[in-house]
């Protein structure tokens, strides 16, 4: 049976696969918007498991989450984090047709070689794989971005952040770290 990610996903014909594979498939990532937290890349963060690096701030998956009605506990909530990622594996079928199948299944994928679509019924399998890569070298905050050949990428801020995690940043990666300011909080005058 053909791997659901495999080197043609989404490369429906010949001039596509000849510009991923012969152009853009090993070109730096500049990402200039996601959620990453400043703090986790100063530090490079190691993570003690799958859900901490996947769905512990993750509001895109929070929101899947909440759509099928998963209990607010599983999802920002105190519930531990095996059972978190299990509420996560029942949500990640019904995201079909949206991108958070395909990023599950792709960084499932390139980052921990497993070739198995997250269900309830690989959930088990899945969480103990992941968190036994992620207990080897180079499986940190920066590491992963390494692994992802990123060059540049712009964290969402807060506008009065004092920007420290940034410098030290800015000290210790061979990669570029910039704020993007998410004024978010600001927009609603009456809070």
């Known amino acids: 049976m053909k791997s ?3 080197d043609n996903f989404l ?5 596509a696969q000849e ?5 853009a ?9 996601n959620h990453l937290p400043p703090a986790d890349i100063a530090r490079d963060r190691s993570f003690r498991n799958i859900t901490e690096a996947w769905i512990e701030g993750d509001h895109y998956k929070w929101r899947a989450m909440r759509t099928v009605g998963i209990d607010e506990h599983f999802i920002t909530g105190s519930a531990d984090s095996e059972s978190k990622f299990k509420k996560w594996s029942l949500t990640a079928p019904a995201t079909i047709r949206n991108p958070l199948f395909h990023w599950t299944a792709l960084e499932l994928k390139r980052y921990f070689d497993i070739d198995e679509l997250l269900s309830p019924d690989s959930a088990s399998n899945i969480y103990k ?9 180079g499986m940190t905050a920066r590491g992963l971005l390494r692994m992802m050949n990123v060059n540049l990428l712009c964290t969402t801020d807060d506008p009065a952040d004092d920007l420290r995690h940034h410098q030290r940043i800015h000290e210790a990666c061979d990669f570029r770290v910039l704020p993007a300011f998410r004024p978010d909080r600001y927009i609603d005058l009456s809070r």
């Open 25 to 33: 498939r090993n070109l730096p990532i500049i990402d200039y918007h």
């Open 11 to 15: 490369l429906e014909n010949k001039t």
């Open 4 to 6: 659901f990610i495999h």
């Open 129 to 137: 794989s992941c968190n036994e890569a992620l207990a080897s070298d």
């Open 19 to 23: 510009l991923y594979h012969d152009v």
